[in-house]
């Protein structure tokens, strides 16, 4: 085990301002800089959003950041760290943030990884206060924590064996990542190039011409009732051919449903249509009202629901509909659009044919995204691993490294 001492033996603690020290009428166009939580947060201190003037700045000199400094979020988001680096604009922190200055046998690089290893992290979430928004207990119980302070030259050769490990779990997530976008990047490819074609005996054909009835849910809010058995569901409940009832997903009556109902079938295919564009579901009897951004086509049965399915997922008709789309900030597809919207359609044979081999490859895609995730989930694991380790003493050698490998990014699956 390694020698611990008090956080605020080795270490001069600086909370942030009270918040009324800092209001809206102090901040000015430019001058010096107001740190905030996303500088610990995201590792960055370019992007400044708010400013005080030189007066101001003199009065809250004590809370000045500088070169060499250590920074942790405090509030909401607890416990990110960031080291101050070198050139930064001249400027304080505000009152979400608690700045730490190491003394000199503390390595800054050492005090870091230690302040986000799961040990640590444990500390602050024992010692927060606040129900809604969290928030880092007082400086004083800070102060009380104990950290492992080896030797500085021991600090260093820890520093320098986790910045290894660390490279090479950066690499093989990096590598993992590639290959998740390899697998969904040849999946988009090969619906491009199946709805690009057109060969002897398919046709084109709008989805008027292809269906019964185009339209959109209810434009307004209906009588919600919490112990209503039927969902009033939007384009964000609609996920890869099911309807999604989330835990938010609002309920209504029978009354409501049957005043707000749509003559949905089974081969009705449901598209958002608003905000998040091309989501895609197939109605099954659920229980369910549709809002405004939530479209309804009822394809009549020359029509496969998933040859469509996979047509809205493609990058032509995802293409189609952002280039049609109105509005700045949310994105609207018009029902006139749909209606007017081409497609080459083949004859029901070659669409359920399509249908099959895209669902095997969809399948494997998944299957493959989904190894990789879990892998990158281990990768994270084996950094706290790593962390813990370090300072309890245990970080004598590099074995863990040979759990790192993972092959070049190369996943070209046909």
């Known amino acids: ?96 943030l608690l700045k730490l200055t190491p003394s000199k046998n503390l390595d800054i690089e050492y005090l870091r990884y230690w302040m986000s290893s799961p040990d640590f992290i444990q500390r602050i979430e024992e010692n927060t206060v606040g129900a809604a928004i969290k928030n880092v207990a007082s400086v004083k119980i800070l102060k009380e924590i104990k950290v492992p302070v080896p030797p500085l030259q021991q600090q260093q050769q820890i520093v320098a064996i986790i910045n290894q490990a660390f490279e090479a779990i950066d690499q093989a997530k990096a590598n993992i990542e590639k290959n998740i976008a390899n697998a969904k990047e040849l999946f988009q490819s090969k619906l491009n190039e199946i709805f690009s074609q057109k060969d002897d005996g398919w046709e084109e054909k709008s989805f008027k011409e292809l269906s019964t009835r185009i339209g959109d849910g209810l ?71 549709l809002g405004k951004s939530a479209c309804y086509i009822n394809f009549m049965p020359s029509v496969n629901k998933h040859f469509i399915k996979y047509l809205i997922k493609s990058p032509i008709f995802f293409k189609s509909m952002a280039n049609e789309s109105t509005g700045a900030t949310i994105k609207n597809f018009s029902l006139k659009s749909m209606r007017e919207y081409i497609v080459n359609l083949p004859p029901m044979k070659i669409q359920n044919e399509i249908v099959q081999k895209l669902e095997l490859l969809e399948t494997d895609v998944l299957e493959i995204t989904y190894s990789y995730k879990q892998k990158l989930n281990n990768l994270e694991d084996l950094k706290k691993s790593i962390l813990q380790k370090a300072f309890a003493g245990e970080l004598t050698n590099m074995d863990f490294l040979q759990q790192v490998a993972e092959p070049e990014a190369s996943y070209t699956k046909k």
Request: aromatic share 10%.
């Open 1 to 96: 085990m390694l020698e611990t001492k008090k956080l605020g033996e080795v270490c001069k603690f600086v909370r942030g301002p009270f918040g009324g020290s800092l209001k809206k009428n102090c901040f000015v166009e430019n001058g010096n800089a107001v740190y905030e939580q996303q500088h610990a947060i995201y590792n960055q201190f370019s992007e400044i959003r708010y400013f005080i003037n030189d007066e101001k700045f003199e009065e809250m000199k004590r809370f000045e950041l500088k070169s060499g400094d250590l920074i942790m979020s405090c509030s909401g988001t607890m416990g990110k760290v960031a080291i101050v680096p070198a050139n930064i604009k001249k400027g304080i922190i505000n009152q979400a």
């Open 219 to 289: 434009h307004g809010t209906p009588n919600y009732d919490e112990d209503g058995e039927y969902y009033f569901i939007n384009g964000n409940n609609l996920t890869n051919g099911l309807i999604e009832i989330k835990g938010n997903t609002k309920k209504v009556n029978y009354e409501e449903f049957i005043k707000h109902k749509k003559e949905l079938n089974e081969n009705t295919v449901l598209i958002s249509i608003n905000g998040t564009l091309g989501n895609v579901a197939f109605y099954n009897n659920e229980k369910v009202i």
